[in-house]
């Protein structure tokens, strides 16, 4: 396996994945340490206190706040980055998304499922919903269930600590490992998960939806008059964020997806994809 | 439409999602305080508990033990940083415990019995500071 194959085209990023493996997940675990956790459960979790709560959707958030206030600072950063410099936590940093693709390229090819037939957007912010208000509608809690950020840092905790891997062996650690598995490791692009699961990434998304629209924004752009729609970017981009429709010329960009992993751009023949501010 | 009514189905299956050996539970470890059963559901096989317990005594060193059952914690981590005070563990002895300080447990029953007991014992002078029933039934914290 050729290096290019194992860590892609932009090679930095995959250092910073690694620092961000080492900072936030066992045995190190620097980060979550620091105010008193060993894993990404408990104040560090950066999902749960998205959830309605059913004691009350304003006492429940503050209640919330409270109790997750480093996964709460954690979310607040990652969207200020996102929006003036694009899902740089996503691509580069976060610990989840870079193991599940970190260990996917270790997986041969032949092996891997495509999801690039679903609606990345509409499936993610359907699944959000409930995500968000299923225990308030009474239909159920999604909270910790199959939770990404419990089941990876819970894998590579279990060869140190007992109770990572007595958790694992139970039937809603079984079923986690399994969801992170199919729409992780063995995922194309080892970030369907990301795409199509992860509440973050849902409004991390919207974040760089919206701060696109200002052309001062730092994003990983397109520009049209150079792209010769050769398609090269379509099948390097491991959440299927661009696609190049039959009825036009040049590849189009969904930034609701996009994570600014710039492997896209570093693909590109024609030199058509960079990062930086609109050009006039 | 079509792919929201997936998100939308998948979301549900997912919130929906129980099993039964495992189940996510909190208590405030308090002498003299309530104590409320908690549940672990109905069969045989092994059953696992999260169970997440707020130091709320004072004692430094606490026996916690369950018959029929082992007791595991993530804490202290593989890798102690010293800007952090955590929890030392010895056999069955939690030390290091302060007030406010959560207790992560992870207790694992054989499930060959209709109830167990957990047991928290001041190691000072062997008094009992609380006694928790786990019993089958329908569990109301799921997460």
């Given at each position: 396996?050729?290096?290019?194959e194992l860590f892609g085209r932009?090679?930095?990023?995959?250092?910073?994945?690694?620092?961000?493996?080492?900072?936030?997940?066992?045995?190190?675990?620097?980060?979550?340490?620091?105010?008193?956790?060993?894993?990404?459960?408990?104040?560090?979790?950066?999902?749960?206190?998205?959830?309605?709560?059913?004691?009350?959707?304003?006492?429940?958030?503050?209640?919330?706040?409270?109790?997750?206030?480093?996964?709460?600072?954690?979310?607040?950063?990652?969207?200020?980055?996102?929006?003036?410099?694009?899902?740089?936590?996503?691509?580069?940093?976060?610990?989840?998304?870079?193991?599940?693709?970190?260990?996917?390229?270790?997986?041969p090819a032949r092996l891997k499922?495509?999801?690039?037939?679903?609606?990345?957007?509409?499936?993610?912010?359907?699944?959000?919903?409930?995500?968000?208000?299923?225990?308030?509608?009474?239909?159920?809690?999604?909270?910790?269930?199959?939770?990404?950020?419990?089941?990876?840092?819970?894998?590579?905790?279990?060869?140190?600590?007992?109770?990572?891997?007595?958790?694992?062996?139970?039937?809603?650690?079984?079923?986690?490992?399994?969801?992170?598995?199919?729409?992780?490791?063995?995922?194309?692009?080892?970030?369907?998960?990301?795409?199509?699961?992860?509440?973050?990434?849902?409004?991390?998304?919207?974040?760089?939806?919206?701060?696109?629209?200002?052309?001062?924004?730092?994003?990983?752009?397109?520009?049209?008059?150079?792209?010769?729609?050769?398609?090269?970017?379509?099948?390097?981009?491991?959440?299927?964020?661009?696609?190049?429709?039959?009825?036009?010329?040049?590849?189009?960009?969904?930034?609701?997806?996009?994570?600014?992993?710039?492997?896209?751009?570093?693909?590109?023949?024609?030199?058509?994809?960079?990062?930086?501010?609109?050009?006039? | 439409?079509?792919?929201?009514?997936?998100?939308?189905?998948?979301?549900?299956?997912?919130?929906?999602?129980?099993?039964?050996?495992?189940?996510?539970?909190?208590?405030?470890?308090?002498?003299?305080?309530?104590?409320?059963?908690?549940?672990?559901?109905?069969?045989?096989?092994?059953?696992?508990?999260?169970?997440?317990?707020?130091?709320?005594?004072?004692?430094?060193?606490?026996?916690?033990?369950?018959?029929?059952?082992?007791?595991?914690?993530?804490?202290?981590?593989?890798?102690?940083?010293?800007?952090?005070?955590?929890?030392?563990?010895?056999?069955?002895?939690?030390?290091?415990?302060?007030?406010?300080?959560?207790?992560?447990?992870?207790?694992?029953?054989?499930?060959?019995?209709?109830?167990?007991?957990?047991?928290?014992?001041?190691?000072?002078?062997?008094s009992v500071i609380q006694r928790?029933?786990?019993?089958?039934?329908?569990?109301?914290?799921?997460?």
């Amino acid at each position: 396996m050729r290096i290019t194959e194992l860590f892609g085209r932009v090679k930095h990023r995959y250092l910073f994945i690694l620092a961000g493996m080492l900072l936030f997940l066992p045995p190190l675990n620097l980060i979550p340490q620091t105010v008193g956790e060993t894993n990404m459960c408990g104040k560090v979790c950066p999902r749960l206190f998205l959830i309605l709560s059913t004691k009350g959707i304003a006492s429940g958030a503050l209640s919330n706040v409270q109790a997750m206030w480093f996964g709460v600072g954690l979310v607040a950063t990652v969207l200020i980055i996102t929006f003036f410099f694009g899902r740089l936590w996503c691509s580069h940093l976060c610990p989840i998304g870079g193991a599940t693709e970190l260990i996917g390229r270790l997986i041969p090819a032949r092996l891997k499922i495509s999801f690039a037939k679903i609606d990345a957007p509409a499936f993610r912010y359907g699944y959000f919903a409930v995500f968000v208000a299923g225990a308030y509608w009474g239909a159920g809690n999604i909270a910790c269930k199959l939770c990404s950020y419990r089941v990876i840092p819970f894998l590579a905790g279990s060869p140190f600590e007992p109770a990572y891997a007595a958790y694992l062996s139970t039937s809603m650690g079984m079923a986690g490992l399994l969801t992170v598995a199919l729409s992780g490791f063995f995922a194309k692009g080892g970030r369907a998960y990301c795409n199509c699961l992860c509440p973050v990434g849902a409004v991390d998304g919207l974040a760089n939806y919206l701060s696109s629209k200002f052309g001062f924004t730092k994003k990983v752009r397109t520009d049209p008059g150079k792209c010769v729609g050769c398609g090269q970017c379509v099948t390097t981009c491991m959440v299927w964020a661009l696609k190049k429709p039959e009825a036009t010329e040049t590849v189009q960009r969904d930034t609701l997806s996009c994570v600014s992993c710039m492997e896209c751009a570093k693909s590109c023949p024609a030199g058509a994809i960079y990062y930086g501010k609109r050009q006039k | 439409m079509a792919f929201i009514a997936a998100g939308v189905l998948v979301g549900l299956l997912f919130a929906r999602f129980t099993a039964a050996d495992y189940v996510h539970a909190s208590l405030t470890l308090q002498e003299g305080g309530e104590t409320k059963p908690l549940y672990i559901s109905h069969g045989e096989g092994k059953r696992t508990m999260a169970l997440s317990v707020k130091n709320m005594q004072d004692a430094p060193e606490v026996r916690i033990s369950v018959d029929g059952g082992s007791i595991k914690s993530s804490q202290p981590p593989p890798i102690a940083f010293p800007f952090r005070q955590w929890l030392s563990i010895k056999d069955d002895i939690f030390g290091g415990l302060k007030r406010g300080m959560k207790i992560p447990l992870s207790i694992v029953l054989d499930g060959k019995r209709e109830a167990y007991e957990l047991l928290f014992v001041r190691v000072a002078d062997n008094s009992v500071i609380q006694r928790v029933p786990i019993v089958r039934g329908e569990s109301h914290a799921h997460h």
